[in-house]
């Protein structure tokens, strides 16, 4: 079962998460064949972090609760709260395998909150830009609760209009980068 985690930082905890850098990466490390993508969110202009986004492959609800609320920034305080959905990965291949590579050009991760019917479950035709990419789910995956993407944008409206305008309650986009050691 595939599981989008969203840890969202805590005001003020930038230095809490630079202390316990290798504590994290370690923590990562344990997960490291169950990982589909991962990576620390940004305020605009790349500057403060926001968050930290894992997309990770795990055997059942219990065990995705473990790996969200055991990391080591949740449980020293630096995440103000999670976002913990199963997801379902409609590419089929994890950020290591995008063809664009680690680096190069602006990388978002855009949240679409559901409100009513699905939308944008499959992917957009033009794949070219997008890293991951999936909906939000119910624990039981039988309900559409909204829509994940990562993907390499030139600004922070052009990875918005991945998802459609107007049919979700509300939609976030975060600047993200490939997270992990190099």
Not at 22 to 41: C, F, N, Q, V
Not at 107 to 123: F, M, W
């Amino acid at each position: 079962m595939e599981y989008f985690c969203y840890h969202r930082d805590r005001p003020g905890s930038a230095r809490l998460r630079r202390e316990l850098i290798e504590a994290h990466w370690s923590y990562m490390d344990r997960y490291e064949k169950e990982l589909i993508a991962r990576g620390p969110t940004f305020a605009a202009g790349g500057d403060v972090p926001t968050g930290s986004v894992h997309i990770v492959d795990l055997p059942d609800p219990a065990a995705a609760r473990a790996f969200a609320f055991d990391e080591p920034n949740y449980q020293a305080g630096a995440y103000r709260d999670v976002l913990l959905r199963r997801w379902r990965n409609t590419l089929g291949r994890t950020m290591w395998e995008f063809p664009g590579g680690r680096e190069g050009g602006d990388r978002y991760l855009v949240i679409g909150l559901g409100a009513g019917e699905p939308v944008d479950l499959d992917p957009p035709a033009d794949r070219g830009a997008v890293i991951a990419y999936g909906p939000l789910l119910s624990d039981d995956g039988s309900a559409w609760l909204g829509t994940a993407a990562l993907l390499r944008a030139p600004d922070a409206d052009t990875a918005r209009a991945v998802l459609t305008a107007g049919r979700y309650a509300d939609i976030e986009v975060h600047e993200w980068e490939f997270g992990g050691r190099r």
